[in-house]
């Protein structure tokens, strides 16, 4: 296959989570034609779930072809129910990798994206489940997250690899695809939708990462969360930031999974050590998975720099290649950095490590990538989803 590059001609709109972002979904259902195509890690039945479940049925209604696909695991509180319910209503559902598995093979192959095209035409790409915790409420704030808004000719890539999904029909052959930077003469933002699947030989999301981040001339900006990279792609940002380049990343204060924090702040001694600044988003659980490099390159999506991300679950961004979106953006996470963040000094955070913090640190990391090693090896060979 060779290398994907940058389609010009798109317009773009950053969404942020909560209210905006329940907006948007809504929108994009309620004003699709033909076939629209939502496909999610988290779908609950809480008020926000029945409210997007309540516009897919109300456009299937209307002569919509509607195709539904959520995780077998992320989902399984839908309960098989569920899919009878939405053979009523006139909508094409399946549950990704559905539980009971088949067997242990199935235990950890899961359909992490997030994403929502109409028409082909219009595509909504970027971390936000479906529920209740992601929108907020006049007592919590929503969980920080961002999708990004894309009108334009890869909206049929992406409708493309969601009809795949539905119907099963995954790529065969191995892909080895790299990054190519093109300057397209068109009027218009540079988009490109990249996926990962490495158990079919698809790494498009990771080899941009590690691409982009090594090849960096000025400043790396992340905003992301359950960080716990792997080995090249740590190198790759102490690298960085040994050359001079400014390597600032977001992460939460707290987080929703258990172990994950204590895992990630394993690798804060190292970061920061090596001039790598650390900050975290004090507000609310952040959620987020962005990277925006040299004010110019921003990769917005469902990917989270682990070892589950890269090579397990199904992920999907989009790739932006423009310097006044870059810019835009850049300039949002600096602000966010300085209204809602703190910073984790590197003298104040090794004077308080006690002996048993760092041990939970690392019995946590190193369980959890074990762990996560595991899945990979378990899930390598004959996947049925």
Request: charged residues 25%; aromatic residues 10%; positive net charge.
């Amino acid at each position: 296959m060779a290398k994907k590059d940058f389609i010009a001609g798109h317009s773009i709109r950053l969404i942020h989570g909560g209210e905006l972002y329940f907006d948007t979904l809504l929108e994009l259902i309620n004003e699709c034609k033909h076939i629209l195509h939502l496909q999610v890690y988290i779908f609950d039945l809480d008020n926000t779930g029945k409210n997007i479940l309540r516009a897919l049925e109300n456009a299937a209604a209307r002569g919509v072809s509607v195709f539904l696909v959520v995780d077998g695991f992320g989902s399984m509180s839908l309960g098989n129910e569920f899919a009878d319910q939405m053979k009523m209503q006139n909508i094409s559902f399946r549950f990704f990798s559905p539980l009971p598995f088949p067997g242990i093979l199935q235990a950890g192959r899961r359909l992490h994206h997030k994403v929502c095209v109409a028409d082909k035409k219009i595509s909504l790409v970027g971390g936000i489940n479906i529920a209740d915790k992601y929108r907020g409420s006049n007592n919590e704030l929503p969980w920080l997250d961002y999708a990004l808004l894309v009108e334009g000719k890869v909206s049929e890539e992406i409708s493309a690899v969601c009809e795949r999904i539905f119907n099963k029909k995954f790529t065969l052959k191995p892909v080895r695809s790299k990054p190519k930077l093109i300057a397209l003469e068109k009027e218009g933002v540079k988009v490109r939708m990249t996926r990962n699947d490495w158990i079919r030989g698809r790494n498009e999301i990771s080899d941009a990462y590690k691409s982009m981040l090594g090849n960096a001339n000025n400043e790396i900006l992340l905003v992301t969360s359950y960080f716990i990279p792997s080995r090249r792609l740590l190198t790759i940002l102490v690298r960085a930031a040994n050359r001079g380049r400014k390597v600032n990343i977001v992460l939460g204060k707290v987080s929703d999974v258990p172990f994950i924090k204590p895992a990630t702040q394993y690798l804060y001694g190292k970061m920061l050590r090596n001039g790598i600044r650390i900050f975290e988003y004090k507000e609310a659980v952040l959620h987020a998975k962005v990277c925006v490099v040299d004010q110019e390159w921003v990769s917005i999506g469902s990917l989270n720099l682990n070892h589950l991300s890269e090579l397990l679950s199904l992920e999907m961004n989009l790739e932006v290649l423009d310097r006044n979106f870059g810019t835009a953006l850049s300039n949002e996470f600096h602000e966010l950095i300085q209204d809602h963040c703190v910073e984790v000094n590197v003298h104040d955070f090794e004077k308080e490590r006690t002996l048993f913090l760092k041990f939970k640190s690392w019995i946590s990391y190193k369980g959890i990538a074990l762990f996560m090693r595991i899945l990979s090896l378990l899930n390598r060979k004959n996947p049925n989803d």
